[in-house]
């Protein structure tokens, strides 16, 4: 596209706040480094829920990025009393950008306490599924769930936009940071998930580390790190630690992908407090346009703003929230500066080199791993109880009688508690019942369940959640308990 | 009992690796500060493994520490073909340890990125439920889960152990750091608890911070930080993030406290490949050893060392990990020359004033919060289908027909897609199937339950997780998906 005349239509959402002036600030260094491009203007956020539109984002919006399939947005509000939905997340899913890319990077002329270590690595995080789908159930008046949900499809898509945006940017090494060695089958699917996948990518190193001790190593030595990939959130925290490296949340630019459509937008909130005031730094937002511009292919305007940007703060010039600026400049100012230094190069900055990322096709199925032979085992069936496992045990065996079924074990908190150990954890009212079949069958017969349940409810015991206990291909599909043989 | 001449008796585990030799060092130092303290070495880890004990914690081990009630302990390994549970793990489980408090203190004469910002802080981790309680379920061969599971009760001792840390060591400021933001039942009860129980703790501040932030603020202004309160999975990252902070893994004590038993350790591992040679930093060793005396009361002991300890590190005499260090000396002349500072007071460091430490009783009941009134509104059934929405939709609905309950809505990881929304997210094969039960009732019969299973299958769908939809005292238990009215 760079090389046609071609025109991009992209969306422009100001945003809430201090949007506007930060998203001016972008779109006027785009306009000067890339005529090609065509706004077209949309609404979300504050204004648009006042409005009564429950989501914060309007049609006109929606139609408007189906066609453009590319934005620059402001941050949006959500103003108190009007819907607990975040614009923001109405955009990421309705638009399903998985992939959260967040570069982190030592700017010139920022300060910070990571100065001259070369820090230059980017957090690639999955933004739609885990925790985050926010599938949340009391289980009783004291006990809290949300299911933590990872899919094979899911890991395959944020595993492959990390290798190719690895790719796109001439980045050696790919890191995978998951808690595997605790949640073997959500965060271990990650994990193998990205070991398989690395083959397809031999050109990149690839390698894996505990989440945990890559929050350490990202503090004790980040400039070891090329880019990480990671789940939802254990990137949220791990992208926020990484923007207060390099100077903050006013530096810190993101891309969010999808198949079809792709929102670049500054990390930082709306900070009503500052709207008008001409005071915000707009690096953030720029940066994010530097991003976009990549994505559409414009290189050499990509390059242009981002020499601009560093020469502009390696000369001293620099926004109120460098903490050792003695005179700092507006949001206005700074992007005026900015303009120029068009065409100067900074002393101490490089830009890598790029080329365009292949954003992998979206999967056509959703079944990707075969399973041949199924076989069901058994029930955990959580059932509420203020008492002791030496009480609650017996009348679970008692209550299984001839139903098809015998109890197992009764864990709490993941801990064995019945048969009874000896031991005498302090426990929840919420407890897990394993029972095995008598039988393994294909499936479980719902007669068998129901008997059970209702031999439950005549002991007195309200259960809330059951979990079928299977084999695929001879491979349990559950964890045991600590504790459980 | 620090005025009395009675005698305490701790159960000492050498642990594997490096860990007699640290361990050596701090008993050392304690019994030259401490001569009250009698040890009962007893065995855990790699040995034990191998001697046929499948947690790797013997009897012997068990018995000394329900007697001692205190251990102090060396990093312990799992051998490899040695069973896949961590001897660490069944001590915590064992003893129910379900505060991890770690504290991240600058230290002078050890240069990191932030010294002279003063850091002083100290994390209380959770340490029994959330994601680690480990219960994981393939929902499809393509969708794993996992349960994050946070009660009232776990909130209530883990928010009060944080308050009393902190009024043992005349901290001002308890932060409570959480993702109760999207988690509002889970991460929200923690959030909740806090603000509930901070009324009783009125001589200190208490604040709330999303966990995100606090990795950002952590490695921006980690001195604007006094004590963090937070769930299982978020406390591991941000605690080894901290460490991180002031010199790494060599420096960062722990205590692990129950209401019975306080087991104090070093983070760090076993380091193998350095075993015997006399080149580890023994000092987290030594700082958990002085928790461990404080726990005991014998404050002046304890200062004893810490003092000595800042004394020597000081004096520019520096274990090998130490970065700058140009003579790095030995663990055991490293131990000698803090012994040969006993009595010496630092420069630059002052020891906190101390008190004892309350813990409070463990709780009586697994009932906390009162429920008057409970009904059942629906189900949330959990499906495998390889298609899409606009065909499982109508089957669901047609299914439900005559059965006591109809389909309210469809999502998939979390996000509505039946009714039909008019986007087209990819999908999964696992579908969260939510009917509304025809009347609200106290509780769902199961003939109902299993007439729905029933007519599922008959549509060929396999269900695999079952929840129920309840509203206790009229409030909800469970959330909506995005898009769901």
């Not at 899919?151 to 995978?176: D, L, N, P, Y």
């Not at 398989?196 to 400039?223: F, G, M, R, T």
């Not at 017996?394 to 015998?406: F, I, V």
Request: glycine share 8%; net charge negative.
């Amino acid at each position: 596209m760079s090389k046609s005349d071609a025109k991009h239509h992209v969306t422009l959402i100001l945003g809430d706040g201090i949007g506007p002036e930060v998203v001016a600030s972008a779109r006027t260094l785009i306009d000067a480094a890339c005529p090609r491009i065509v706004w077209e203007e949309a609404e979300a956020g504050a204004e648009v829920f006042k409005k009564g539109v429950a989501s914060g984002v309007p049609q006109h919006t929606i139609d408007s990025l189906s066609k453009t399939r590319l934005a620059l947005k402001g941050p949006l509000e959500t103003p108190v009393g009007f819907g607990e939905k975040s614009a923001n997340v109405t955009l990421r899913k309705l638009f399903e950008t998985f992939a959260n890319i967040r570069p982190v990077r030592e700017l010139p002329g920022v300060p910070t306490r990571f100065s001259g270590s070369g820090i230059d690595l980017v957090i690639v995080r999955e933004n739609v599924e885990d925790l985050y789908a926010g599938i949340e159930h009391m289980q009783t008046p004291d006990v809290a769930q949300c299911l933590k949900l990872i899919s094979t499809k899911g890991c395959e898509k944020i595993v492959r936009i990390a290798f190719e945006f690895a790719r796109s940017e001439g980045r050696k090494t790919v890191q995978c940071a998951t808690k595997a060695n605790i949640m073997k089958k959500t965060e271990g699917l990650l994990k193998s998930t990205f070991e398989h996948l690395a083959k397809e990518y031999s050109d990149i190193e690839a390698w894996h580390i505990i989440i945990d001790n890559c929050a350490h190593q990202l503090v004790k030595k980040p400039e070891q790190f090329d880019v990480i990939v990671t789940t939802n959130m254990n990137g949220d925290i791990i992208s926020d630690l990484g923007s207060g490296l390099i100077g903050g949340l006013g530096f810190a630019p993101s891309a969010n992908i999808g198949h079809d459509v792709a929102i670049f937008e500054a990390v930082h909130g709306s900070a009503p407090k500052y709207t008008g005031k001409d005071v915000i730094n707009p690096t953030a937002m720029i940066l994010s346009g530097v991003m976009m511009l990549r994505h559409l292919g414009e290189f050499e305007a990509a390059s242009t703003i981002e020499n601009a940007v560093m020469a502009t703060l390696e000369a001293d010039i620099h926004p109120r929230d460098v903490q050792t600026a003695s005179a700092p400049v507006g949001t206005k100012a700074f992007t005026q500066a900015i303009l120029e230094h068009f065409g100067k190069m900074p002393s101490n900055y490089a830009i890598r080199p790029h080329k365009p990322m292949v954003v992998p096709p979206r999967p056509k199925t959703t079944a990707i791993r075969k399973v041949e032979k199924r076989e069901t085992v058994g029930l955990d069936i959580f059932t509420e109880f203020d008492g002791t496992a030496a009480d609650l045990g017996p009348m679970l065996e008692e209550a299984a009688k001839g139903t098809g079924a015998k109890l197992k074990m009764v864990s709490n908190r993941g801990t064995v508690v019945y048969p009874l150990t000896g031991t005498d954890p302090d426990v929840v009212n919420q407890w897990r019942c394993r029972f095995t079949l008598d039988q393994v069958v294909t499936e479980v017969p719902t007669t068998l369940v129901s008997g059970l349940l209702q031999a439950l409810e005549a002991k007195g015991l309200r259960w809330m959640h059951i979990e079928k206990l299977c084999r695929f291909d001879g491979e349990d599909t559950f964890t045991r308990a600590q504790g459980e043989n």
